[in-house]
């Protein structure tokens, strides 16, 4: 699949699921009436897209749409359902093995795996401590943790530097402006899925 055509089918995959997104909010919030999803796969899926391989595109398109869902909800109610969450914990190994089965990249998938149960153990020490942490993200750890090992160890580690670090600078910023209190919250996981994007693309850049 070209750019275009992961693009086009991400962004067809989000409009039609559509009443499943809502279906998975507890809210009427706003963002989840405005399309937003649909535009945030579309883009995603253009970026899967850019994978080296059909096993590739298709794994990252299908976590594009499912990113793009999880992004709108916890923005809308600050949590990330378990009813989008689990399914991509299960499909994203099972995707991947079906990519290192394909390329033989059979030293892929373990680096995957293993990144994936450590990035998830990391959040979980984390979710005790830190306030803006919930158990999705810890759950979704595992998923950014994966895709970005799939790539490098590199990628995991700067995707995490990034996902806290662009999450610092938007709660200062709106603390700065007075959007938010000090005792409110702020959704983590789209800047963890930020963090992830970043990481892929931009390891091979920064780090080598």
Do not use: N
Request: aromatic residues 12%.
């Amino acid at each position: 699949m070209s750019v275009a055509r992961c693009a086009a089918v991400a962004a067809l995959a989000a409009f039609l699921l559509t009443p499943f997104m809502r279906s998975c909010a507890i809210s009427d919030a706003k963002i989840l009436g405005q399309w937003v999803h649909v535009v945030v796969a579309g883009v995603f899926g253009a970026l899967a897209g850019l994978a080296p391989s059909w096993p590739e595109q298709l794994t990252f398109t299908v976590l594009a749409v499912a990113a793009a869902l999880l992004t709108v909800i916890d923005f809308a109610e600050e949590r990330l359902p378990d009813r989008i969450v689990y399914p991509l914990m299960i499909a994203t190994p099972l995707l991947l093995t079906l990519a290192a089965a394909v390329q033989g990249q059979w030293g892929s998938l373990l680096r995957a795996v293993i990144t994936g149960v450590g990035l998830t153990i990391v959040y979980f020490v984390m979710f005790c401590f830190a306030r803006d942490l919930g158990f999705g993200d810890v759950k979704l750890a595992f998923v950014i943790g994966a895709v970005g090992g799939w790539f490098s160890i590199s990628a995991v580690l700067l995707g995490f530097a990034i996902g806290w670090g662009s999450f610092a600078v938007v709660a200062i910023i709106m603390l700065l402006t007075g959007r938010r209190k000090r005792k409110t919250s702020l959704p983590f996981g789209p800047f963890m899925i930020l963090g992830a994007v970043l990481g892929i693309f931009g390891a091979p850049l920064i780090l080598g």
